[in-house]
């Protein structure tokens, strides 16, 4: 079992920036990859961006550019900066590790982008 916390959420103006983070607990050993997914309302829940233990990583068009992931395997982090945010990248954005077995998948923390 792996647990995942996600932190850093928030409002911010168009154009601002925010970072969030997510700790992962449990049985990080099997983990193959992390990263981020989010949802926003009546919309499917869409991949923004992830990184597997090679340290590949893949990033939606939407936000190659403006977003960036990293991953600190010492403390079981992954993170995501973005930056020049837009109102269509509000949604929940929710943590997301990757073992053999199955997907684990944290609370999510809101993003709210004004205009």
């Known amino acids: 079992q792996v647990q995942l916390v996600e932190s850093g959420g928030g409002l911010v103006q168009a154009g601002g920036s925010l970072r969030l983070s997510c700790a992962a607990s449990?049985?990080?050993?099997?983990?193959?990859?992390m990263g981020w997914y989010r949802q926003a309302p009546g919309k499917q829940r869409e991949l923004v961006a992830n990184?597997?233990?090679?340290?590949?990583?893949n990033y939606a068009a939407s936000v190659k550019g403006r977003f960036t992931i990293s991953r600190d395997n010492a403390r079981n982090m992954v993170y995501v900066q973005m930056n020049s945010l837009k109102p269509e990248d509000t949604g929940v954005y929710l943590c997301?590790?990757?073992?053999?077995?199955?997907?684990?998948w944290g609370q999510g923390t809101q993003v709210t982008v004004s205009s």
């Open positions: 990184m597997a233990n090679s340290g590949r990583t």
């Open positions: 449990g049985g990080v050993f099997s983990i193959n990859a």
């Open positions: 997301n590790a990757q073992t053999v077995d199955r997907d684990y």
